[in-house]
């Protein structure tokens, strides 16, 4: 199947400073990707679908400011988690479609933990 | 909205054995596709399964398989021939036309020896 990673797989950083996350499909081109956010035993929490060349559309509740979403090419979109706070600490995981259309799979990334002291 | 329900948040299954989890969900859509993604303890979400909405067959991949009962909404997951590495969170997961994917709680899948 399809390959996408994701970097770094866990992340350490302290409050107030900001973490860039990358999401890459190393095999195939994405026009779409989508961000989720997992807490521990929880399910997965679509925060934003990031589109290549335009802004990405967030889930209500979340911050657009606080979470920065880049779709520069079709192969790359990056997460900034800006000025980072520890209930910002969390499961991480990005997920791109190959092709268009509902029919389509997403492919996971790993997935980075971030810990913000 | 679309809803996804998983109502069982743990279930447990003797290693060879057969075990069915359950997903309901909410749609007004006709078009749409429902998939069991697989989440060990590494945390990779891993696709099991997937059901076309308008297809009427019963989607099969070796010892998975989906009871998909359109009219009720619900599409659950048996897995036969259990094996321990069978054990993880299944995640049932509806994607519309719209495009985004929506998930239900999960169910902790244990696999004894």
């Known amino acids: 199947g399809a390959v996408v990673s994701q970097h770094p797989s866990w992340v350490i950083c302290k409050s107030g400073t900001s973490v860039k996350i990358e999401c890459r499909s190393l095999?195939?081109?994405?026009?779409?990707m989508f961000w989720y956010r997992q807490f521990p035993k929880q399910s997965l929490m679509l925060m934003a679908t990031?589109?290549?060349?335009?802004?990405?559309?967030?889930e209500q509740g979340v911050e657009k400011d606080k979470f920065l979403i880049n779709h520069a090419s079709l192969t790359l979109s990056t997460l900034t988690v800006t000025s980072a706070h520890p209930e910002d600490s969390s499961f991480y995981i990005c997920?791109?479609?190959?092709?268009?259309?509902?029919?389509?799979?997403?492919?996971f990334g790993a997935g980075t933990r971030l810990s913000v002291l | 909205a679309q809803t996804v329900t998983q109502s069982q948040p743990e279930m447990s299954v003797q290693e060879a054995e057969t075990v069915t989890l359950s997903c309901t969900y909410d749609t007004s859509e006709s078009d749409y596709y429902l998939f069991w993604y697989k989440q060990p303890p590494s945390r990779q979400m891993i696709l099991v399964i997937r059901q076309e909405a308008y297809k009427q067959q019963n989607a099969t991949e070796n010892r998975f398989s989906v009871n998909f009962q359109k009219a009720a909404k619900s599409f659950s997951l048996k897995i036969s021939d259990s094996q321990l590495g069978d054990a993880a969170m299944y995640f049932c997961?509806?994607?519309?036309?719209?495009?985004?994917?929506?998930f239900g709680a999960g169910t902790r899948l244990t696999v004894k020896p």
């Open positions: 997920s791109a479609d190959m092709g268009a259309g509902v029919q389509n799979i997403q492919y």
């Open positions: 095999d195939f081109q994405a026009t779409t």
């Open positions: 997961a509806y994607r519309s036309a719209g495009n985004d994917m929506r």
């Open positions: 990031s589109n290549e060349g335009s802004k990405a559309t967030y």
